[in-house]
């Protein structure tokens, strides 16, 4: 299924995975809006373990409602609907090498609030995957996760990307707890503020600097007028796979806004 649209578009498209709920829908709109500000492509994912030649009527409603709500968000914009058999988090994961990232809603059908397609998706998927929440963000600033690791260094590169295609303010979050450690936590954050600044010259950056035991906590803090917030995956590995750190689990399961997890191998374009 594809828009009205004729003009070319750049780049890997933005995949969202759909299942049919509330927030699936809320996710192809978020991923509508994303894909129109990154000039791509939109694809529409339904995946089952049933075969895909005997597709539920189930599984072509979760396609054209999701499809429908992209359409409200961005009439023009060129949509791809695809449906495939197998595990919905794998073939979320396997897509993700070839997107440019993934939206996904934070609560699906049978699922606890956090399920484990989104559990799956944030921690394995080679692209930046939003988990998005039912309610629709409003416009406000990037927060950002900071710290010294690659994780943390590709989710500024991402937050502050994000920050350029809104034309919004960036606001890198630095946590710390032990008072000996203070001196070097404002370093580390004026030394990647300087430079995120001289990377991107034109984004309004409000640095902020928080004392708290709990990093997840002392994050969530600063999202009050969040539209979009960036942590980097931090994850370890589980029987080979990997899973999501603590921090980041914390931050997927309690932000009220879109929550972008980002993979250490992210590179800004």
Same mark, same amino acid.
């Given at each position: 299924?594809?828009?009205?649209?004729?003009?070319?578009?750049?780049?890997?498209?933005?995949?969202?995975?759909? !299942?049919?709920?509330?927030?699936?829908?809320?996710?192809?709109?978020?991923?509508?809006?994303?894909?129109?500000?990154?000039?791509?492509?939109? !694809?529409?994912?339904?995946?089952?373990?049933?075969?895909?030649?005997?597709?539920?009527?189930?599984?072509?409603?979760?396609?054209? !409602?999701?499809?429908?709500?992209?359409?409200?968000?961005?009439?023009?914009?060129?949509?791809?609907?695809?449906?495939?058999?197998? #595990?919905?988090?794998?073939?979320?994961?396997?897509?993700?090498?070839?997107?440019?990232?993934?939206?996904?809603?934070?609560?699906?059908?049978?699922?606890?609030?956090?399920?484990?397609?989104?559990?799956?998706?944030?921690?394995?998927?080679?692209?930046?995957?939003?988990?998005?929440?039912?309610?629709?963000?409003?416009?406000?600033?990037?927060?950002?996760?900071? #710290?010294?690791?690659?994780?943390?260094?590709?989710?500024?590169?991402?937050?502050?990307?994000?920050?350029?295609?809104?034309?919004?303010?960036?606001?890198?979050?630095?946590?710390?707890?032990?008072?000996?450690?203070?001196?070097?936590?404002?370093?580390?954050?004026?030394?990647?503020?300087?430079?995120?600044?001289?990377?991107?010259?034109?984004?309004?950056?409000?640095?902020?600097?928080?004392?708290?035991?709990?990093?997840?906590?002392?994050?969530?803090?600063?999202?009050?007028?969040?539209?979009?917030?960036?942590?980097?995956?931090?994850?370890?590995?589980?029987?080979?796979?990997?899973?999501?750190?603590?921090?980041?689990?914390?931050?997927?399961?309690?932000?009220?806004?879109?929550?972008?997890?980002?993979?250490?191998?992210?590179?800004?374009?």
């Amino acid at each position: 299924m594809a828009g009205t649209g004729t003009e070319p578009v750049r780049g890997k498209p933005v995949l969202v995975g759909v !299942d049919g709920s509330q927030g699936a829908i809320v996710a192809a709109g978020w991923a509508a809006e994303e894909a129109v500000l990154r000039r791509a492509d939109l !694809d529409i994912l339904w995946a089952s373990g049933t075969s895909v030649k005997r597709m539920s009527a189930f599984g072509r409603r979760c396609l054209h !409602d999701a499809s429908t709500a992209a359409a409200r968000v961005a009439p023009e914009l060129r949509r791809h609907c695809v449906a495939e058999s197998g #595990d919905p988090a794998e073939r979320l994961i396997k897509r993700s090498a070839t997107s440019a990232l993934i939206a996904i809603g934070a609560g699906g059908h049978g699922q606890a609030f956090l399920g484990g397609v989104v559990r799956a998706v944030a921690a394995r998927a080679a692209a930046p995957a939003v988990v998005v929440r039912t309610t629709a963000p409003a416009p406000g600033e990037i927060v950002v996760g900071v #710290d010294d690791s690659p994780a943390g260094d590709a989710a500024l590169a991402f937050a502050a990307e994000s920050a350029v295609l809104r034309g919004r303010p960036l606001v890198p979050v630095l946590v710390w707890y032990d008072i000996e450690t203070e001196s070097g936590a404002r370093r580390l954050l004026d030394e990647r503020v300087r430079i995120t600044a001289e990377s991107w010259p034109k984004i309004e950056i409000r640095p902020r600097l928080v004392r708290d035991r709990d990093r997840a906590l002392g994050l969530l803090g600063e999202t009050d007028d969040a539209e979009l917030i960036v942590i980097g995956s931090h994850g370890r590995r589980l029987h080979t796979r990997p899973i999501l750190g603590i921090t980041s689990h914390e931050v997927l399961e309690r932000a009220r806004s879109p929550v972008a997890v980002i993979p250490a191998t992210f590179r800004s374009s």
